[in-house]
C-alpha cells in the first residue's frame, strides 16, 4: 500500500538526489539492519565470523564517554 508523501518520502534514498550533507541526520534503515549493526557490536566487532572493527574500537566506542557524575 502506498501512502502520501508528506514529510518523510519513503523512497528516500532509493531516488532523488542520493546525497546528504546533514552527517549522520540523514541515516535511514531497517530495524532489523539496525538488531545487526547492534549484535555486532555485541559480538566485539565480529558478524557472522567475519571482523567488521577492532575490539579495540568497539571498547573505544562502547567506554563511558562523559567522566564523573550528572
Known sequence: MR??????DPDY???G???C???GAGLCSTAMDY???LQMYLNHGEL???RI????TVETILR???????
Open 13 to 15: 534514498p532509493i531516488k
Open 35 to 37: 538488531a545487526t549493526f
Open 3 to 8: 501512502y502520501p508523501v508528506s514529510f518523510y
Open 17 to 19: 538526489a542520493k546525497s
Open 48 to 50: 557472522k565470523g567475519v
Open 53 to 56: 572493527l577492532s575490539r579495540t
Open 21 to 23: 550533507f546533514s552527517g
Open 64 to 70: 563511558e564517554q562523559v567522566a564523573g557524575e550528572l
